[in-house]
């Protein structure tokens, strides 16, 4: 469909701001929780790779790594497509304007790399049956709320986050599509040892990401000479991949995904919660984030 089309399709305010319903209260859009049989009996590969994360975590980010590892740096195959149409997202449906992540998997040859950003606890089985490789990314609260908060904005294929007052609160209860960030992050932890997953951190990969993408080849059983590491950690810089029409989004019509609110590839940065939360709402958050993961030895930094 070309950007056009698209567009003559968005017009229709029905698409935008969706309803939302649960399934194992978990929050979901209808159009998610309608199909969910379909996302449910999935039916994963064993060559599959997917790339999971809690909204906002740098989910594009590792997407774009990966692409590049898997064309040896080949910029030219890694533009060939936008990154939803090269790696679907299962759950993720918005007929006519995006094509059911489920159908594009089905379709796509062998090997996939599929993205999700189902909780642990909703991932379909056949992940687990078949031994599907996962590379889990996390990225602390603090700044996942404020990106997400931008991106619910911007994108109105989110249901509106209404005040950032309102918005705290509406994550602090978990009352978010894909449910709680606490118990997203610490679901996938506790499974990581139980299965191939390889779990990473935002905070690390914007520290040290020749050192994360290293793990991400070890992990993928690749490697990949000097110069085509030195070319992967360029391409996927944050100011790099924001100039990139095939990841940041910005192919989107602007009805849909208003980048003049707020880029999808915003800032990039840990710590910019500083910007946002006041210091009684920090405090009230880290009052509330001690009791939510007490006993957990998950832990994040805020800052680097
Ligand atoms: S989504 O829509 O949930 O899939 O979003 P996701 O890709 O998980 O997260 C988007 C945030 O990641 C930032 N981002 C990056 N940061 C650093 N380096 C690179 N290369 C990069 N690519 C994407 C993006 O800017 C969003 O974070 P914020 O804080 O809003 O800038």
């Known amino acids: 469909?070309?950007?056009?089309?698209?567009?003559?399709?968005?017009?229709?305010?029905?698409?935008?701001?969706?309803?939302?319903?649960e399934v194992g209260g978990i929050l979901m859009t209808k159009l998610m929780?309608?199909?969910?049989?379909?996302?449910?009996?999935?039916?994963?590969r064993p060559d599959d790779l997917l790339i999971a994360?809690?909204?906002?975590?740098?989910?594009?980010?590792?997407?774009?790594?990966?692409?590049?590892?898997?064309?040896?740096?080949?910029?030219?195959?890694?533009?060939?497509?936008?990154?939803?149409?090269?790696?679907?997202?299962?759950?993720?449906?918005?007929?006519?304007?995006?094509?059911?992540?489920?159908?594009?998997?089905?379709?796509m040859p062998s090997p996939r790399t599929l993205k999700t950003h189902l909780p642990v606890q909703m991932l379909p089985p056949s992940f687990w049956k078949e031994n599907s490789k996962i590379i889990y990314v996390a990225r602390n609260a603090k700044d996942c709320l404020v990106s997400s908060y931008h991106f619910s904005r911007m994108n109105k294929l989110m249901p509106d986050p209404?005040?950032?007052?309102?918005?705290?609160?509406?994550?602090?209860?978990?009352?978010?599509?894909?449910?709680s960030w606490y118990n997203h992050v610490k679901g996938w932890w506790d499974a990581k040892d139980q299965h191939r997953i390889l779990y990473l951190f935002y905070e690390d990969m914007k520290e040290d990401p020749k050192r994360e993408i290293q793990k991400i080849l070890k992990f993928l059983e690749k490697d990949v000479p000097e110069d085509i590491l030195n070319k992967i950690i360029h391409h996927t810089s944050f100011d790099v991949m924001r100039q990139n029409p095939m990841a940041n989004y910005t192919g989107l019509p602007s009805s849909i995904m208003d980048h003049s609110i707020s880029p999808f590839m915003r800032r990039g940065m840990p710590g910019d919660w500083k910007n946002y939360f006041t210091v009684a709402q920090n405090e009230a958050f880290e009052a509330d984030y001690a009791q939510k993961m007490a006993g957990s030895r998950l832990t994040f930094r805020t800052e680097i």
């Open 1 to 21: 469909m070309s950007l056009e089309e698209m567009k003559d399709l968005c017009v229709d305010e029905k698409c935008l701001r969706p309803e939302t319903s």
């Open 33 to 44: 929780s309608d199909n969910w049989d379909k996302i449910w009996n999935f039916q994963a």
């Open 53 to 107: 994360a809690y909204v906002k975590s740098g989910t594009t980010w590792t997407q774009e790594i990966v692409d590049m590892i898997q064309n040896d740096g080949d910029l030219q195959k890694c533009q060939r497509a936008n990154t939803f149409n090269r790696q679907p997202f299962i759950e993720w449906t918005r007929p006519p304007l995006i094509k059911s992540g489920l159908d594009l998997a089905n379709k």
């Open 162 to 179: 209404g005040s950032w007052e309102e918005y705290v609160e509406t994550f602090k209860a978990g009352k978010v599509l894909w449910g």
